[in-house]
Every structure is written in structure tokens, then in C-alpha cells.
């Protein structure tokens, strides 16, 4: 496979199967010699890029600079992760705002994300397993919007015993000084939904005949089979369900 590249802020970048390099049209450093993944777009952030390992199980950066481009080592982000690549990662994207979390889309269809800053000499790591019947993420992007960065995905999923791809998107983290627990919205593939001593809840024909779980009023009911594309639910104002 010939070198792909890509640039960003004045800086190009070549991975290939054999190294990594950063520099100019005219001139670039060999700046690692830990082969990459080609069909994961690495990511600039800040003065570093991070890419994906060939192998899929490592998850890489490079502090770069002109001066010291030379000799410079690509740190291993997943060393202590080991585990929650298994899967090996297929695609990464930055999700810059509010929380700095770089999702990495994992060959299973799962979601595992680190929570990166490189001043703070931070890397956490945690799994995300989609909701759902053989619920696959195919596809990630990142969208900015005027407060926050919000992660798209496409989701593959098996509904009513038939296999059907959505567009769906994860709602901000829960944050008391801007949400209200009304407006935290964790179900996947879900509905948000306003109403008057609601007792039947519509709009679920996407997720016929699954379980769904249920938020009303900001305290969970038993959870429903969407049958119809509603499913029975006590008496609400304010419900989540998916």
C-alpha cells in the first residue's frame, strides 16, 4: 500500500506500513518507526499526533516539534489498556469539547474512548457498549455545535429481526450547572418526549420489539417491550426512553 498523507496546521504527516513522519512538502523527519494502521486516520492535537499501531492493539502519540522531531519516541497511550483494545481499533476520532476524549471504534462494533490532555499527563480509558440487539458502531465523526462537541455515529442494528442502519448521536455528559435531571438523556437510540400525564408512549417504531428502559419525571419505571411502536408507561410529563 503506497504512504497516505494529510495536513493540518501548516504540518504534513506520512504513515505508512513501515513508519510515521512529520515535516513540510520539502522536508519531513522519520519520526517513529512503529509501523501505523492506514486505514485509521491519525489525529493532530495540539503538537501531537495519534495514530493507531499496525497491529490495531496500540494506541500511539508523538510530541513534535522541529527542533526535536529527531529521536523523538511514540508513546504507547494504551499501555495500561491492554485489555480494553483487544478488539483492535479500527477508527479515532477528537472529541475536543467539553472533556477531550479521543473514541476509537473498536473491530467488535464497540465504542472505547481516553480521556486525553497532554498537560495534565492524562490518559484514562473506558469501555462503551452499545445498547441494543447486535447493536455495531460502523462509522464515527465529531460535529461541533455552539457549545459543545457532540460524537455521531452509524449504528447497525437488528430491529424486529430485520438489519437497519442509524444515524445517532450521544447526548452531552450529565453536568448539574447546565442539565437538569428532566433534560439527562442516557438511552441509546432514544426519544425524548413532553407531554401531560402521559400514559402511552409513542414514537418507537425504531426500536420495535426491543426492551426499552425508561426515565419519567426523573425516576426510572420498569422496563418495556415496544410493541406497535409505543409501549405503556405511568403517568409522566417529562420521558427518556430507549
Known sequence: ???????????????SLSDVRIGNRSHHDRVTSYPSDTNAYPLIIDNNVLYVQKNGRKLRDIAYTSATAEGN??????????????????????????YNIVWCRLNSGKLASVTYNK?????????????????VVESLAVIPTSTHHQLWMVVKRTINSATVRYVEYADRFYDSGELTSDEAHYV??????????????????????????I????????????????????????????
Open 119 to 135: 498537560a495534565l499527563n492524562m490518559s484514562a480509558w473506558s469501555n462503551h457498549e452499545m445498547g441494543g440487539t447486535s447493536a
Open 1 to 15: 500500500m503506497d504512504d497516505l498523507w494529510e495536513e493540518a496546521f501548516g504540518w504534513y504527516i506520512w504513515w
Open 188 to 213: 441509546d437510540s432514544g426519544i425524548y418526549h413532553t407531554g401531560s400525564g402521559v400514559t402511552n408512549l409513542s414514537g418507537l417504531s425504531h426500536l420495535e420489539g426491543e426492551s426499552v428502559r
Open 73 to 98: 519516541q511514540a508513546t504507547d497511550l494504551s499501555l495500561r489498556a491492554d485489555d480494553i483494545l483487544i478488539d483492535n481499533v479500527k477508527e479515532i476520532v477528537y472529541q475536543d469539547q467539553p
Open 215 to 242: 426515565l419519567a419525571d426523573s425516576a426510572l419505571q420498569n422496563d418495556k417491550t415496544v410493541s406497535g411502536g409505543a409501549v405503556a408507561i405511568s403517568s409522566s410529563d417529562k420521558i427518556h426512553a430507549g
